[in-house]
Every structure is written in structure tokens, then in C-alpha cells.
């Protein structure tokens, strides 16, 4: 059971037609205490604007999310995504969020090299620690699921993440979200998440339909799939994370099609049977 109060939910999570303003209204009306959110919705609604909204409600951030895709090997291409990285750190920052979501960028089928694409998100990361580091928001490092390497992400297990952690030597500026949906088939996620450990800055929780018609945009609700959500949370937990219990389900065909708030009742009763 989990507590209200840890409660988190994504804004990804409601039908892509809510408005912020009616998202953030819709929490309060439920009394969800936080949320993270969209960086696409919160540029179309201001930053200033959306800081102002989540404030006045009284919500409480847990990330924002994303920002990266920095793999390219394309020197000005990355240069511009690296510059894009350091705005979403900027807006985070005014939103008082404490993290920005990254997702590293996927192979490019210039150069067909995966390690290759790994290394220059690596170098990148460092040359964004410093900025990162000055307006006190981490890069919170989110390893996705093997299928979406190829177009989202090189970064597929948390086991990379702890490495490139490690590498960079940053605790401070640069974290990991473990993503539930994205790692839950990993034979060594539990020694894993153990050695992130005060790493672990995002826990995001959805469900892995066995009858999944998208692997991507048809993501479960908590209790509905496969996933051991209250035993990956328990891991996070004895490893130290005290944080919020962020779901974010991204559902093309169901649940983006029913009415917000029956989606956010449903949440939370989930929360207290599922996680």
C-alpha cells in the first residue's frame, strides 16, 4: 500500500487533449499531491505560467520531462541538442523541478555504430554536468527498453547508467530514473538498483500488458500486466529512495481515451492494491 502522499502523476499520463491548466486543476481536485511534467505542454502554456499554476495548487514536482537525444554524430546536430539539454535544465530550474528526465538518443544509421553513439552521449553528459550543476537540477539518466534503441535511446539498462555514473563522477548533477516499464525484464536490475543506490533520483511505474498491441504507446495500469511493481518498489526503497511514486502510462488505445478523472480514480486506487 502505498502512501498517498508519495503519489506522483505523470502528466503524460491523461489524454493528450487536457491543458495544462486543466491537468493541474484536475490533481488538486484529487488531491494528488505531485506531478511531473511534459515539457511540450509546458512550453505551449509558458513556463512561468505552469510555475505559477503548479504553485498556486500546491503541487509539488518530481521531474520534467525530457529532454537529450544527444547521439548524433553530426558535430552541429549535437552541439544544438546539448544546447537543448541546457534550456530544459534552465526551465526545470524555474519550475523547481528537481530533475529533467534524459533520454540519450538512439543509433543513427550514419554511422551504424552503437558503441560509438554511446561514447559521444557519454562525452556529452560531461560537457552538461557544469550547467547542470549550476542551476542545481540533476540529469536524471533513464535507461529504456532494448527495442527503442535503434530511434530513442543507447542507454537500455541500469547497469550502463551506473557505469556512465561512475564515469562521470557527478552525483550531484547527474542521477538515474528507474523506469519500471523499460527495466523490469533485466536478469540483474535488483543487484542494479542496489548499487545505484542515492543515484536513484525518478521512480516511474506502469505495466507491461502481456497482450501489448503497441510496445511503446500501450503501456498498462498498475495491477493490470506482468510487472512485479510492488517488488521493484521495494527494491528502490532498500536502496535508499524515499521519493515519489511517479506513474506515467503512456496508452494510445485505452486509457488516453477515457475520462480524466475516472483515470486518475483509478490510479489511485491502484496505488494502494498494486504498488
Known amino acids: 500500500m502505498l502512501d498517498p502522499q508519495r503519489l506522483s502523476i505523470h502528466q503524460v499520463t491523461l489524454p493528450p487533449s487536457l491543458a495544462t491548466p486543466a491537468f493541474v486543476e484536475l490533481l488538486a481536485r484529487h488531491r494528488v499531491p505531485a506531478t511531473s511534467l511534459w515539457r511540450e505542454k509546458t512550453r505551449a502554456h509558458g513556463v512561468a505560467a505552469t510555475a505559477r499554476l503548479v504553485a498556486d495548487h500546491g503541487i509539488a514536482l518530481t521531474g520534467y520531462c525530457f529532454a537529450g537525444l544527444i547521439a548524433s554524430p553530426d558535430p552541429s546536430e549535437a552541439a544544438a541538442a546539448r544546447d537543448d539539454v541546457r534550456r530544459a535544465l534552465d526551465e526545470a530550474a524555474q519550475l523547481r523541478a528537481p530533475c529533467v528526465v534524459f533520454v540519450a538518443g538512439g543509433v543513427d544509421a550514419r554511422d551504424r555504430d552503437i558503441a560509438a553513439a554511446r561514447a559521444r552521449v557519454l562525452d556529452g553528459l560531461a560537457e ?25 535511446s543507447v542507454l537500455s539498462t541500469v547497469k ?42 525518478s521512480f516511474h511505474v506502469s505495466d507491461w500488458l502481456a497482450d501489448t498491441q503497441d510496445l511503446r504507446l500501450d503501456r498498462g495500469m498498475p495491477g493490470d500486466g506482468v510487472i512485479d ?3 521493484l518498489r521495494r527494491q528502490v526503497e532498500e536502496a535508499g529512495y524515499r521519493g515519489h511514486v511517479e506513474v506515467e502510462i503512456f496508452s494510445q488505445r485505452n486509457w488516453w481515451q477515457r475520462d480524466p478523472d475516472e483515470v486518475v480514480r483509478t490510479i489511485a486506487e491502484r496505488a494502494q492494491v498494486a504498488l
Do not use: S
Not at 547542470?132 to 530511434?151: D, F, K, N
Not at 547508467?161 to 525484464?185: F, H, K, P, Q, S
Open 229 to 231: 511493481l510492488a517488488g
Open 128 to 152: 552538461l554536468v557544469p550547467h547542470a550543476r549550476a542551476v542545481g537540477v540533476r540529469l536524471a539518466l533513464e535507461p529504456l527498453h532494448p527495442m527503442i534503441c535503434a530511434t530513442r
Open 160 to 201: 550502463l547508467a551506473n557505469d556512465w555514473c561512475d564515469r562521470l563522477g557527478a552525483e550531484d548533477a547527474v542521477g538515474i530514473a528507474v523506469d519500471t516499464y523499460a527495466v523490469w525484464w533485466d536478469p540483474e536490475i535488483g543487484r542494479e538498483i542496489a548499487r545505484a543506490g542515492a543515484r536513484i533520483c
